[in-house]
């Protein structure tokens, strides 16, 4: 069974950093579609950004430029560093993985979340 792990979360000024990461375990991670999600309060869900199983990456308008995503296969880990944050980046953010190496079809594994909160 696919578990994932989110840490690296918590609170920081506008302007500031952190890092995310995300520990997969349970089934082949090195060609899987990987992404991540946030949840703001009162909003739905968005994808934020997702690489799939060659690499390729994607990112939301909204975080181009001050997001990146990355995968260490060795370690089976996703990352998500995040520079430049603002108050509107506060959220509940979840990495999520596909079946295969697409990230066309629908995500079907989740993690529990971790808490970011930006103060401006």
């Known amino acids: 069974q696919v578990q994932l792990v989110e840490s690296g979360g918590g609170s920081v000024q506008a302007g500031g950093s952190l890092r995310l990461s995300c520990a997969f375990s349970?089934?082949?991670?090195?060609?899987?579609?990987l992404g991540w999600f946030r949840r703001a309060p009162g909003k739905g869900r968005e994808r934020v950004a997702s690489?799939?199983?060659?690499?390729?990456?994607s990112y939301d308008d909204s975080v181009k430029g001050r997001f990146t995503i990355s995968r260490d296969n060795a370690k089976n880990t996703l990352y998500l560093q995040m520079d430049s944050l603002k108050p509107e980046d506060t959220a509940m953010y979840y990495c999520?993985?596909?079946?295969?190496?697409?990230?066309?079809?629908?995500?079907?594994?989740w993690g529990q979340g971790t808490q970011v909160t930006v103060s401006s």
């Open positions: 349970g089934s082949t991670y090195s060609m899987r579609c």
């Open positions: 999520a993985a596909n079946l295969g190496s697409s990230c066309v079809t629908a995500f079907v594994y």
């Open positions: 690489i799939d199983g060659y690499n390729v990456t």
